[in-house]
């Protein structure tokens, strides 16, 4: 399960970088609140990053706010996309939902809900 979880990690990481930086419009993604697909997509990271890492809390957080003002930053430069710290908060309130939901996983897996 470990290695399936970091290998959907990676897989996760690259769709989301790919979608950050493409110019082509993805329609369903086009449709919807801009900050929801940044919540959404960081939700899913931190999940698999959970799932697959042992890491300390301090060192995924660091390694997630890493990916999210590498996105902005990368964003920047591109003459389609800018650098919005509302992107980054985005991102950050995914994270947060997804330790939350990564301690209900745990939970219910244990059988303690």
């Given at each position: 399960?470990?290695?399936?979880s970091?290998?959907l990690?990676?897989?996760a990481?690259?769709?989301?970088?790919?979608?950050?930086?493409?110019?082509?419009?993805?329609?369903i993604?086009?449709?919807?609140?801009?900050?929801f697909?940044?919540?959404?997509?960081?939700?899913a990271?931190?999940?698999?990053?959970?799932?697959?890492?042992?890491?300390?809390?301090?060192t995924?957080i660091?390694?997630l706010?890493v990916i999210?003002?590498?996105?902005e930053?990368?964003?920047?430069?591109?003459d389609?996309?800018?650098?919005?710290?509302?992107?980054?908060?985005?991102?950050?309130?995914?994270v947060g939902?997804?330790?939350?939901?990564?301690?209900?996983y745990?939970k219910?897996?244990n059988?303690?809900?």
């Open positions: 399960m470990r290695y399936l970091r290998v990690f990676f897989i990481l690259l769709g989301v970088e790919y979608l950050s930086f493409t110019p082509k419009n993805i329609a993604i086009q449709n919807s609140w801009d900050k697909n940044h919540f959404v997509a960081f939700f990271l931190t999940f698999l990053l959970n799932l697959g890492f042992n890491l300390k809390f301090k995924k660091i390694i706010l999210a003002f590498q996105i930053i990368v964003q920047s430069f591109l389609f996309r800018e650098f919005s710290l509302l992107d980054i908060v985005a991102d950050m309130v995914g939902f997804g330790i939350i939901g990564y301690k209900i745990k219910a897996l059988g303690k809900i």
